[in-house]
Nanobody, 118 residues
Framework: QLQASGGGLVQPGGSLSLSCAAS????????MGWYRQAPGKQRELVAT???????NYADSVKGRFTISRDNAKNTVYLAMSSLKPEDTADYYC??????????????WGQGTLVTVSS
């Protein structure tokens, strides 16, 4: 299971951080990431991070968002700064993980709402 937290209301130009922890019988986690879905739009990639720490960002968030992870805690973070109204969306964390004794699969957390508005 993935449990996301940290969403909320923030003014344009402000900062907000999200976190997402994986729990349960997880043997190994490969890539982790964040996606977002704005009202009336398709879900889109925000950022991903490999187990070794290599990162990938959507062009729209480069230089403003930072993804990181704590492998010991099975947790991924998203630090967001210089937020814009167009960043308003439900943010979903994801992980490609292998439960003990089972095959690799993708996990999704529940969405956490980020609203950027004055």
């Amino acid at each position: 299971q993935l449990q996301a937290s940290g969403g909320g209301l923030v003014q344009p130009g402000g900062s907000l951080s999200l976190s997402c922890a994986a729990s349960g019988s997880i043997a190994s986690i490969a890539d982790m990431g964040w996606y977002r879905q704005a009202p009336g739009k398709q879900r889109e990639l925000v950022a991903t991070i490999t187990s070794g720490g290599s990162t990938n960002y959507a062009d729209s968030v480069k230089g403003r968002f930072t993804i990181s992870r704590d492998n010991a805690k099975n947790t991924v973070y998203l630090a967001m700064s210089s937020l814009k109204p167009e960043d308003t969306a439900d943010y979903y964390c994801t992980a490609h993980a292998r439960p003990y004794g089972r095959a690799w699969r993708d996990y999704w957390g529940q969405g956490t709402l980020v609203t950027v508005s004055s």
